[in-house]
């Protein structure tokens, strides 16, 4: 039987892979996506609908916003024949004749991929994909109409992409009129259905409520809606910055290290990212010096271990000259040929420097040794050359670190707890000192990480001869201690070339970074809804009874800024049965698809909704009522889990973010929630006591002959609630406002009268009796033959506020009071 080899001509390995060498190509962008749509949100007739709609509508608040126009966007789906029409016109700035082809004719093109500031959309993908899908399913081209401003005529395309050359096929250029005076019209043809209206709908709405700036008009088949702007106010502007230090991958920074100008590090770290001025870049710098080149351990000099550890300015001149002497001796011996009155000078020096020192690090005992040398040539006439100095050095730090192993078990025994007696402290003391005497590095220079291992293998050596454990938090005590008394060094660390080209090197740098302390990013690059448009959105779409919204400070992931936001609506004419609804959204838009795969919908799951008044069955799961959630994530890289834009990452900062964003707005909801029923409990008792009072009254009018009681006031006084009540008499009217509660009552009163009332006075009676008259008063408005007569009274505990005027004795009355809820309020006028 005859080889694959021999099948293709090929005789051997090579035959086969020039063979399969002649089918392999470049694939160009669109010609991938052509054949994997669905990655875009193009999976089906019905979600290709709404995706264009979306990508097409984000285009549009984009590029509105970014002109500085309130927007005005109008979508329109009508039926053609087999396909559907999509109509999507903005009041944007418009686009040039040159772009309008790449903007809608090439994937991957666009303007906000490389800037670090939130927009919609910056892939370059959603719209350019768009007319793909339509292509693909109609075999139409996308119609476009730009008008910039100024322009007498618009321009107007006709085109497909070119999926094997990623361009744009253009085959009608010309110009037309357009009534808008600006704008940019998208039609598309595509095969396309409706059975995902209310996603479509609820992708309107829920744009909307996040973008309360915006007007909407949504034109379908069988509904025309309208949804009218909130607020005037456009969102802040945005302004791009530089990456942030704690989130730069290891490959990102090589690049950037390979395409900056900087030649230094510290110059780099300040011209390329946030937050990183002079001092924070000499901070990484150390971080980074300690990582690439490690410490110096600093030892106690000679002598010290045996005296109590008092500082030198305490010890007797008998005491420092015992711990003089060994290192005095030791340089005597090492400097030869420079006569005995140089040589001791240079040796006394040197050993004087030492034993003023608490602890003394192999660079700093070089400086010292360095100095004396000079001082010693200066005045004796000798030359102490650098032999001479090595010699010097080599022989004081032989004596410095010759107790390893007293200094060790110091710094072990006060790191550990009391409970480990001295024979386990000594060993394993003894252990880390022969770690460092067996180093290759004689100046006792060491890494974090290596003094970790050091450690590590002095506690399982302690453990496997002695018996004797030192758990985790003893291991990093020591690891403290010791790395504590270690010394940075002066050396310079690698520059940026070298750093760009040795893998390891950048990483040390990176670490370096990320343990630094670096301000967070500035959020001038985000540009939240903020709390009170949240709120004025939701209120614009939502018929509730409750609203709380909360945006919490930016964080950081990866380097980019986010901030988020959650809303709650409750009651009103929301769904009493089910689940609530959950609304996502990311930079403004509405994330439709692939709720069950969003941080979003899993944080929701994961709060016990039971401690906030909703009902949740076994707390956990997405708790049942009528309320909706909502959550915003504004970033200058939303983290989604596809190209289609569908749902957020499971990234653990955002999901912390978001579940502390709606446990705020949670907590105004359970004191919401706990005085709805504190209300009701005392209307049912308000109820029971206005039921019964009146019987009361009339029998006990009956038995006392006197006239009956008035049942109001005493029901006011029994529940502590505020008294309204009118008072006529002979042409005089009375309003007196009693407060009967403990608490300050600050009403607004509206009395509507059908003759003009004239001059009205009113006045305060405090909770003593006296009496002070207010200096504004009520005011009087007349409309359409009715006089509105306008009091808001502040009326402390105890006290009352009286408005009086003279009226007919056909005067009829309408009273208004607001301020105080109807279960504290009794109203008698």
């Known amino acids: 039987m005859p080889s694959y080899q021999s099948e293709l001509g090929g005789g051997g390995d090579s035959g086969v892979a020039e063979e399969l060498a002649k089918g392999q190509r470049a694939i160009s962008i669109a010609e991938f996506f052509e054949k994997n749509k669905h990655m875009l949100g193009f999976d089906s007739g019905a979600r290709g609908l709404?995706?264009?709609?979306?990508?097409?509508?984000?285009?549009?608040?984009?590029?509105?916003?970014?002109?500085?126009?309130?927007?005005?966007?109008?979508?329109?789906?009508?039926?053609?024949?087999?396909?559907?029409?999509?109509?999507?016109?903005?009041?944007?700035?418009?686009?040039?004749?040159?772009?309008?082809?790449?903007?809608?004719?090439?994937?991957?093109?666009?303007?906000?991929?490389?800037?670090?500031?939130?927009?919609?959309?910056?892939?370059?993908?959603?719209?350019?994909?768009?007319?793909?899908?339509?292509?693909?399913?109609?075999?139409?081209?996308?119609?476009?109409?730009?008008?910039?401003?100024?322009?007498?005529?618009?321009?107007?395309?006709?085109?497909?992409?070119?999926?094997?050359?990623?361009?744009?096929?253009?085959?009608?250029?010309?110009?037309?009129?357009?009534?808008?005076?600006?704008?940019?019209?998208?039609?598309?043809?595509?095969?396309?259905?409706?059975?995902?209206?209310?996603?479509?709908?609820?992708?309107?709405?829920?744009?909307?409520?996040?973008?309360?700036?915006?007007?909407?008009?949504?034109?379908?088949?069988?509904?025309?809606?309208?949804?009218?702007?909130?607020?005037?106010?456009?969102?802040?502007?945005?302004?791009?910055?530089?990456?942030?230090?704690?989130?730069?991958?290891?490959?990102?920074?090589?690049?950037?290290?390979?395409?900056?100008?900087?030649?230094?590090v510290s110059g780099f770290l300040q011209s390329e990212f946030?937050?990183?001025?002079?001092?924070?870049?000499?901070?990484?710098?150390?971080?980074?010096?300690?990582?690439?080149?490690?410490?110096?351990?600093?030892?106690?000099?000679?002598?010290?271990?045996?005296?109590?550890?008092?500082?030198?300015?305490?010890?007797?001149?008998?005491?420092?000259?015992?711990?003089?002497?060994?290192?005095?001796?030791?340089?005597?011996?090492?400097?030869?040929?420079?006569?005995?009155?140089?040589t001791e000078q240079f040796a006394g020096s040197v050993a004087d420097a030492v034993a003023e020192r608490e602890r003394i690090a192999h660079h700093e005992l070089v400086e010292l040794v360095d100095a004396a040398a000079e001082d010693a040539a200066e005045s004796t006439g000798k030359t102490f050359g650098s032999s001479v100095r090595e010699n010097a050095v080599g022989a004081a730090w032989s004596e410095i670190t010759a107790q390893r192993a007293a200094d060790l078990y110091q710094l072990v025994d006060e790191a550990t707890t009391s409970r480990k007696d001295d024979a386990a402290v000594e060993a394993l003391a003894r252990r880390i000192a022969t770690a460092f005497e067996g180093s290759d590095d004689p100046r006792n220079r060491v890494t974090r990480r290596e003094l970790e291992g050091y450690v590590t293998r002095a506690a399982e050596r302690t453990k496997e001869r002695d018996d004797v454990s030192f758990g985790e938090t003893a291991r990093e005590n020591v690891v403290e201690a010791v790395w504590s008394n270690c010394r940075s060094v002066p050396d310079e660390v690698p520059k940026v070339s070298e750093t760009a080209g040795d893998r390891d090197t950048a990483s040390e740098l990176m670490e370096a970074m990320r343990e630094t302390d670096i301000l967070a990013p500035p959020t001038d690059c985000l540009a939240p809804i903020t709390a009170e448009l949240l709120e004025a959105g939701l209120r614009k779409e939502y018929d509730a009874d409750f609203f709380a919204t909360a945006t919490r400070d930016a964080e950081v992931h990866g380097g980019d800024p986010f901030i988020v936001e959650a809303g709650i609506a409750y009651g009103g004419d929301l769904p009493a049965e089910g689940q609530v609804g959950v609304l996502r959204f990311a930079n403004r838009v509405p994330l439709v698809y692939q709720r069950g795969a969003c941080a979003t919908t899993d944080v929701v799951k994961g709060i016990n909704w039971r401690n906030y008044g909703l009902d949740q069955p076994g707390g956990s799961g997405m708790p049942n009522g009528p309320a909706v959630l909502m959550v915003h994530v504004a970033s200058t890289n939303v983290p989604f889990t596809s190209e289609s834009k569908d749902a957020i990452a499971n990234v653990p900062a955002i999901e912390d973010e978001i579940e502390l964003a709606l446990r705020e707005a949670a907590r105004d909801l359970k004191r919401y929630l706990n005085k709805r029923r504190s209300l009701e409990k005392r209307r049912r008792k308000q109820d029971v006591i206005a039921d019964i009072l009146p019987r009361m009254a009339e029998k006990l009018s009956e038995v006392t002959g006197r006239e009956e009681l008035n049942v109001e006031d005493s029901l006011a006084r029994i529940m502590n609630n505020v008294l309204v009540e009118r008072q006529v008499e002979d042409g005089r009217v009375r309003l007196v406002v009693a407060n009967h509660s403990d608490t300050n009552a600050d009403l607004d009163v509206t009395d509507i009268v059908s003759e003009d009332p004239g001059e009205v006075a009113t006045w305060h009676v405090a909770a003593s009796g006296t009496e002070s008259h207010d200096v504004e008063g009520a005011q009087v408005v007349e409309m359409d033959g009715e006089w509105f007569v306008k009091w808001a009274p502040s009326v402390g505990s105890g006290e009352q506020a009286v408005l009086e005027y003279d009226l007919g004795e056909e005067t009829t009355f309408d009273i208004q009071v607001e301020g105080v809820e109807d279960e504290k309020l009794t109203v008698n006028a």
């Open 274 to 342: 946030t937050r990183v001025g002079q001092k924070t870049a000499e901070s990484v710098v150390a971080a980074f010096r300690d990582r690439h080149f490690g410490r110096e351990m600093a030892w106690k000099p000679p002598a010290s271990h045996e005296d109590s550890g008092a500082p030198s300015a305490h010890r007797s001149e008998g005491d420092e000259a015992a711990e003089t002497a060994d290192v005095r001796a030791a340089l005597v011996d090492a400097v030869n040929g420079k006569g005995a009155d140089a």
């Open 50 to 264: 709404v995706t264009a709609v979306k990508e097409a509508v984000d285009n549009a608040l984009d590029a509105t916003e970014e002109a500085g126009i309130l927007p005005d966007i109008y979508v329109e789906i009508a039926e053609a024949g087999d396909y559907y029409r999509l109509v999507i016109e903005d009041n944007g700035p418009g686009i040039t004749k040159e772009q309008v082809p790449k903007v809608f004719g090439k994937l991957l093109y666009g303007s906000r991929f490389h800037a670090r500031e939130q927009s919609r959309g910056q892939q370059g993908i959603g719209i350019s994909a768009a007319v793909l899908y339509s292509q693909l399913t109609s075999g139409k081209p996308a119609k476009i109409t730009s008008k910039t401003q100024g322009d007498g005529e618009a321009q107007y395309f006709e085109l497909i992409i070119d999926t094997d050359e990623n361009e744009p096929e253009i085959s009608v250029e010309d110009t037309t009129t357009w009534e808008r005076p600006h704008g940019t019209r998208i039609e598309l043809e595509m095969e396309a259905n409706m059975r995902a209206r209310q996603q479509l709908h609820d992708y309107i709405k829920h744009t909307a409520v996040v973008n309360p700036h915006a007007r909407l008009e949504f034109r379908e088949p069988s509904e025309h809606l309208k949804y009218e702007r909130a607020t005037d106010q456009l969102p802040a502007e945005t302004t791009e910055i530089r990456p942030h230090p704690h989130g730069v991958e290891l490959g990102t920074l090589i690049k950037m290290l390979g395409a900056t100008d900087s030649y230094s």
